[in-house]
């Protein structure tokens, strides 16, 4: 009889965030909490008003830990993801047809390959890989500019082409069977 009273209670603090505080199961989520929050350059503050049930050593010791890292690797913050906008029904429900003009103007999550195509032949960024591609990844010199050599992280992006396009070609080049 007892046992059956055990198992609900048992059950009941399973989901409790107590209990994995208490048995240390969140100590490595809070640091990694804490590391993210480091690393898009959130401050300790921001981090623990964002998480305001997670431990804040834990929250520090991450953060601590990728500080160190990022020195000593010497990388840069990346930023943050905005904030999601709540969106606004209410206005919605009133004016249909001012919704389905605005849903026409922003772009499918989904794009057709002809569109991608499109898209791509646009984008500024795209051009110059593939311009440095064909230029045996060399970058371009312009007239009247300094002839420096590229730098480190160019030729880290060179090589790292280079290899993807190594594999590409090898694994078209095999047979699937």
Known sequence: MRSLLVIPLLLTLAG?????????LSKDANKAVGAACRQSGRSLEE?????????KAQIYAGWREMHEYMVK???????PPSDPVAPAAPAAA???EASAASAGDKPQAQ???????RAMRNDPQVAAVLAAIR????????????????????????DIIKQLN????????????
Request: hydrophobic share 25%; glycine share 8%; with cysteine.
């Open 47 to 55: 981090c623990y008003q964002r998480n305001p049930d997670a431990d």
């Open 135 to 158: 230029r045996g990844g060399l970058p371009a010199k312009a007239p009247g500019s300094s002839a420096k050599d590229p730098s480190d992280e160019e030729k880290q992006l060179l």
């Open 111 to 117: 794009l057709s390959p002809e569109e991608a195509d």
């Open 73 to 79: 690797q010497k990388l840069e913050t990346i930023a």
């Open 166 to 177: 190594k594999k590409g070609s090898s694994a078209a080049a095999s047979p699937a069977g």
């Open 16 to 24: 409790c965030n107590w209990v994995n505080n208490v048995s240390g």
């Open 94 to 96: 009133h004016k249909p």
